[in-house]
């Protein structure tokens, strides 16, 4: 691999570091090395999200969530052989002193390509008026404005679709006529049953209207976030766990670009970090959600999504997180990140 120095790192750095770095390559894999780049692990975004579910921080060192003891080649030939005869990401090369020399990734194309059938519907929330996309949306549903040479919802379907997931639910209310007249004329003759909203109710309340219509688990979604994780990863840890609902949170690492002071009592100084690196989880707006759900969503009760996952949480039922990269979410909701995300899929 040309430039396979761009996917070795310090075995020093912590997670939230690690996870720039992953972010930054298109392997999904950093291997952590010492001075000399002597190998001392590997470790990948499926590592940190294990690690951080079991109680890890994203200040911990990342070699507590790497794997010590990775695969590896003494040539390129034998890499080949290891990366063909198992499911590798990449098989990193050593020499005698263990220092790597190369790394082997196989046919990435034929990689990204290759998907699991999952086959379970997906509901899209499309009916709200998206006014911070104004004033696009004086003239088209949000769920219409283009990135690139298809509509927002349609490059969200595509994603789905790439997964035998083809029975589509899509609730509508702000200009729906324009939103099936797009698909009636579609070439791709999507399977859609369409929603209609009588009155606003909110990103969850429009479920109801689905009532009788799902027996199995789905995928539900609103229609301003693209998401290019692994949803077979998704909806193992989902049936896994028992969760009656999941929320896909993505990691924001953010630096804040002033000196942050802390104080305490009489502005006694407790703490100073100067440019710190904050990270949280945010939600993407994309779940995944048992359908008695549903039956606890009143009718024509206007409720948004995490008020329902809320009063799920109290119920008792068991609702939980998993985990992306911040690199894997692309959100649409506002001016700046839709040409972000046009960038991302399309270049200038």
């Not at 086959?119 to 003239?139: C, E, Q, S």
């Not at 799902?214 to 994780?229: H, K, Q, R, V």
């Not at 949803?231 to 049936?239: G, I, V």
């Not at 953010?254 to 703490?271: L, R």
Request: charge should be negative.
């Amino acid at each position: 691999m040309d430039d396979f120095r761009r996917f070795l790192t310090n075995e020093e750095l912590s997670i939230s570091e690690a996870m720039q770095h992953i972010n930054e390559n298109a392997l999904g894999i950093l291997f952590l090395t010492d001075s000399n780049c002597k190998l001392k692990g590997c470790i990948t975004d499926g590592d940190i999200r294990r690690f951080l579910l079991a109680g890890g921080k994203m200040s911990d060192a990342a070699y507590n969530a790497a794997e010590h003891n990775p695969r590896y080649a003494k040539s390129i030939e034998e890499a080949k052989v290891l990366y063909h005869k198992k499911n590798y990401i990449v098989i990193p090369v050593l020499d005698n002193e263990g220092i790597v020399t190369n790394l082997y990734c196989g046919d990435l194309s034929l990689q990204n390509r290759i998907r699991k059938n999952l086959d379970i519907p997906v509901v899209i929330n499309a009916g709200g008026k998206g006014t911070r996309l104004d004033p696009f949306t004086r003239v088209l549903p949000k769920p219409l404005i283009p990135v690139g040479d298809l509509p927002i919802i349609e490059l969200i379907m595509q994603e789905y679709y790439s997964y035998n997931c083809n029975e589509f639910h899509i609730i509508v209310n702000y200009k729906k006529e324009l939103m099936k007249a797009y698909f009636s004329d579609n070439e791709a003759n999507y399977n859609i049953t369409w929603y209609d909203e009588e009155k606003p109710l909110g990103t969850g309340g429009g479920l109801s209207l689905l009532r009788g219509k799902l027996d199995s688990t789905f995928f539900f979604a609103n229609c301003d976030a693209l998401l290019t994780a692994n949803y077979e990863s998704m909806l193992k840890f989902h049936r896994e766990n028992g969760n009656v609902i999941t929320m896909i949170c993505a990691y924001k690492n953010i630096n804040i670009p002033y000196g942050v002071v802390e104080i305490g009592e009489n502005g006694v100084i407790t703490d100073m970090k100067e440019k710190p690196l904050m990270s949280f989880l945010t939600n993407t707006g994309i779940y995944i959600v048992e359908p008695e759900v549903i039956d606890d969503i009143d009718d024509d009760e206007a409720i948004g999504f995490p008020d329902i996952i809320e009063r799920e949480r109290q119920k008792g039922k068991k609702v939980a997180v998993f985990p992306v990269s911040e690199n894997d979410w692309m959100d649409m909701g506002q001016l700046p990140e839709l040409e972000k995300m046009r960038k991302k899929l399309f270049g200038e």
